[in-house]
């Protein structure tokens, strides 16, 4: 005989909110119901002793009620001065936030004759209460504004005419006296004032995080008996001495700190004497140049073993040239062809622009074939025929100017913007 079906089972009440706490099975916590009342909350970054003035630092009574109407999205301004109109003030920020507003009430200590205010913390006032309280949720804080940003630096403008101009004038927003207010067309300062300071003096309002950590390659370790750092990672340093164009002399001979040649490893043996033989044919090089003239694998040590035959040029006609040991081509005219000159030009980046690199020409400019990536060329590796009629052709200073190369001013201008 088939079975009847079950009936369906009866809809159970909904549990009605109260406000006294529930206690839950197994022992756990108390259930609390917190009123369905919205608040939002301002966390003003000075601290507060008179709320009052706190109120007038975010615009009054009046800010406050256009910030509860408007649900905290016109947010607030924060001036430390709310009575100077020109101070610039900190704009807040209003977050989303399901945090809890607890009212705790304690009871007042009695307080015995003479004793100071009390300056206990909430927290030792809970503890000393020993129970003693009571504690409700008044709402759940919906809405956050928080002032996160850096104040401005601050100008002081009271005693500035201008600035009192402004704020009698036009701070009462009377339309007769905006119309009234006129200020000197006379350029210049007649007055000892100083003028009016900028909108803002910092464009960054937020604090920047640089995240600083040290340098995983620094090592700590004892160097002559002193602790010191070392960074294993460093490229090592070149000591061939730079000369400035202002400086009165050259060097003669390589630093006396130096290692001596009979020291030195078979490469960098080779090295030096391969630059020996290349200053003898010619006093004045460029890297570039340099590096053409040498087999690949002694390209890389050419920047260690330079300050074993000559130095560089920090600056001037020369700048960024090698010049054999106690030779100053300041002293002799003869010494122009080997003048420097740079262009600005695109890089290349390609495959193919590297390769170009390599070959041995590339420090020669022939006007029709260009490195991109070489923007310092001689004037005697130039043999465009243009170009070197101009250079053989010009005429020649008497003496090296510190600002100007050996050639004069109308020429060499010319053949920058020609070349260009």
């Not at 001065?81 to 936030?97: L, N």
Request: hydrophobic share 35%; charged share 25%; with cysteine.
């Amino acid at each position: 005989m088939p079975r009847a079906p079950k009936p369906p089972p009866r809809p159970q009440p909904l549990p009605q909110a109260s406000t006294a706490p529930h206690q839950s099975r197994g022992g756990y916590a108390p259930w609390h119901t917190i009123p369905p009342q919205k608040i939002i909350s301002i966390e003003h970054p000075a601290i507060i002793k008179n709320v009052d003035k706190a109120i007038e630092t975010l615009g009054g009574a009046k800010a406050l009620k256009k910030l509860s109407e408007t649900n905290a999205s016109s947010g607030l301004d924060l001036r430390f001065r709310p009575e100077d109109i020109m101070q610039p003030p900190i704009q807040s920020k209003t977050v989303a936030t399901n945090n809890i507003l607890l009212k705790i009430r304690i009871p007042k200590r009695k307080r015995t004759s003479g004793e100071g205010p009390d300056e206990r913390s909430v927290l030792e006032k809970l503890r000393d209460a020993r129970g003693e309280y009571t504690v409700e949720a008044v709402g759940v804080i919906a809405r956050t504004v928080r002032f996160r940003d850096m104040a401005n630096y601050q100008f002081n403008t009271a005693d500035m005419d201008i600035v009192q101009r402004v704020r009698v004038e036009l701070g009462g927003l009377e339309y007769e006296k905006i119309k009234n207010f006129d200020i000197p067309p006379s350029r210049g300062l007649s007055d000892p004032h100083p003028i009016l300071p900028p909108p803002a003096f910092s464009n960054t309002a937020m604090q920047h995080n640089y995240h600083y950590r040290q340098n995983p390659a620094i090592k700590k370790t004892l160097v002559a008996g002193k602790p010191a750092l070392l960074n294993l990672q460093a490229a090592p340093k070149t000591l061939t001495p730079m000369v400035h164009i202002s400086a009165p002399a050259v060097p003669l001979h390589p630093p006396d700190s130096l290692r001596p040649y009979d020291l030195l490893d078979r490469a960098n043996k080779q090295c030096v004497d391969h630059l020996r033989k290349l200053f003898a044919q010619r006093p004045i090089w460029t890297r570039r140049a340099l590096f053409n003239h040498f087999p690949k694998n002694l390209q890389s040590l050419v920047r260690f073993s330079m300050v074993h035959v000559a130095y560089m040029w920090r600056a001037g006609p020369w700048r960024d040239t090698c010049v054999v040991y106690g030779l100053d081509p300041r002293a002799d005219s003869q010494y122009r062809t080997y003048q420097a000159v740079f262009f600005q030009v695109d890089t290349e980046k390609t495959a193919k622009g590297r390769e170009k690199v390599r070959t041995g020409a590339s420090h020669i400019f022939d006007g029709k074939n260009l490195v991109r990536d070489g923007r310092c060329f001689q004037l005697c590796d130039v043999t465009d025929p243009l170009l070197k009629g101009v250079i053989d052709g010009a005429r020649v200073r008497s003496k090296c100017d510190v600002l100007s190369p050996l050639y004069p001013t109308r020429h060499f201008a010319y053949r920058l913007i020609f070349v260009k």
